[in-house]
Nanobody, 129 residues
Framework: VQLQASGGGLVQAGGSLRLSCAAS????????IGWFRQAPGKEREFVAA???????????DSVAGRFTISKSRNGGKMNTVTLQMNSLKSEDTAVYYC????????????????????WGQGTQVTVSS
């Protein structure tokens, strides 16, 4: 599985950004997807995750109600995961990574980075106050 994250940039506080994670690979439909972020000097932290079937999601307390994770089709395949980020705050500034986790069950959502086997390269999000 290969993951390509995009959509980061510079935005003012209160603004919005949409991150995309494009995936490829024959077994991608067997994977749950998560977004994590890492700010300078801090550990990587969980942001949001979605199950294989796209029906179950989970968010960290710091982004719940502001961020939305979803799956969408591209070229007829359910292979893109989007993180819509609204009401951005300066503390959301970080490098954002998407990751995939092999999941036998379609409804499972993974929040631990240790459960993820594949990682994208990261995209920088900077929120100015």
């Amino acid at each position: 599985v290969q993951l390509q994250a995009s959509g980061g940039g510079l935005v003012q506080a209160g603004g919005s950004l949409r991150l995309s994670c494009a995936a490829s690979g024959p077994t991608f439909n067997m994977h749950a997807i998560g977004w994590f972020r890492q700010a300078p000097g801090k550990e990587r932290e969980f942001v949001a995750a979605i199950s294989r079937n796209g029906y179950n999601t989970q968010y960290s307390d710091s982004v719940a109600g502001r961020f939305t994770i979803s799956k969408s089709r591209n070229g007829g395949k359910m292979n893109t995961v989007t993180l819509q980020m609204n009401s951005l705050k300066s503390e959301d500034t970080a490098v954002y990574y998407c990751a995939s986790s092999y999941a036998r069950r379609m409804e499972v959502v993974q929040i631990s980075p240790n459960e993820y086997q594949y990682w994208g390269q990261g995209t920088q999000v900077t929120v100015s106050s």
